[in-house]
């Protein structure tokens, strides 16, 4: 068995995990992701008990429940490489024996839902709706660091290329499946479903010119038109392909949530972005916890 070295998985010496501070105790079976640290306690505040609460850097965390289901809500901060480092240790925590350094025979699979925010890229999908993303796709690059074979919508990501005209230059964009049976759990009428986008970036990666020009200022309209069967790219936010990319290949189950913030096609901002994120929370918690 292998043993893996104090350089690649690192332990605090109060027995937490390098970055996220924390220890197996606190990961709970179903795991929510929010980005701001305020959030995760606008979502704790929805709890009928908390047992337990940390913070390191913008890992902020709470474990708490509703109705005798246990649950941890940790905040990412901002972007896909902080996805890489809060999945990767979570697994660790649940996967991997800290003392011995290694790899568990019986593996656990988390629920991972995002609550996050987000700028719809179609006229028809308004700011302070919600888009739950049934495919994540990744312009970030994260993916192509792993031995990914087998997940990738590759027919679809082929598409995505060829109608775009997609820089060659730029990392290959990615496309990756949610859980579907979380999804049904999630999804409802009341909700737009489509591919949610992933940037590396909030400016120039999402098309947004302040001072400085963009590679290709068509890019936005090009994601906006892509059409492949039913299936359209509903919105873009920073963290969606590496949570869905990660937690295949980790085997866990993943459904990004999030509240529609922008809209970049009418150039809108919702005028209560707090009221819209509540209004999520209080929907995913509800259809987790029934
Ligand atoms: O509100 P959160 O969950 O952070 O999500 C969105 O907001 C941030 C950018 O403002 C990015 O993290 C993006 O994905
Ligand atoms: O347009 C938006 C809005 C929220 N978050 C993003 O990353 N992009």
Redesign the pocket.
């Known amino acids: 068995m292998r043993t893996i070295g104090p350089s690649e998985l690192i332990i605090n010496p109060d027995g937490s995990i390098y970055h996220i501070n924390l220890k197996p105790e606190h990961i709970a079976p179903t795991i929510i992701f929010v980005g701001d640290q305020d959030r995760v306690e606008k979502v704790a505040r929805h709890f009928d008990h908390i047992e337990f609460s940390t913070q390191k850097r913008e890992f902020k965390t709470i474990v708490g429940s509703i109705k005798n289901k246990r649950f941890t809500v940790i905040s990412t901060g901002i972007g896909p490489d902080n996805i890489d480092i809060v999945l990767n240790e979570i697994d660790a925590l649940v996967n991997i024996d800290l003392k011995s350094r290694e790899i568990k025979n019986q593996l656990t699979s988390l629920e991972i839902v995002r609550i996050g925010?987000?700028?719809s890229l179609q006229h028809d999908i308004p700011v302070d709706s919600i888009v739950l993303g049934k495919y994540g796709m990744g312009f970030d690059g994260v993916l192509h660091f792993y031995q990914n074979q087998g997940i990738f919508e590759t027919k679809l990501e082929n598409a995505f290329i060829d109608h775009s005209g997609y820089p060659k230059e730029r990392s290959r964009p990615y496309i990756v499946k949610n859980n579907p049976i979380l999804e049904e759990k999630l999804l409802s009428e009341q909700i737009f479903a489509g591919i949610t986008a992933t940037?590396g970036g909030?400016y120039g990666p999402?098309g947004r010119v302040l001072r400085l020009s963009v590679q290709d200022n068509l890019m936005n309209k090009k994601i906006e038109n892509f059409k492949h069967g039913q299936l359209r790219i509903t919105n873009?936010?920073?963290e969606t392909s590496v949570i869905y990319g990660l937690s295949r290949l980790l085997g866990h189950r993943a459904v990004s949530m999030n509240a529609i913030?922008?809209n970049?096609a009418d150039l809108t901002f919702s005028k209560d972005p707090y009221a819209a994120v509540e209004n999520l929370i209080r929907y995913t918690l509800d259809k987790l916890s029934s």
């Open positions: 925010t987000s700028g940037a909030f999402q873009m936010e920073m913030i922008a970049r």
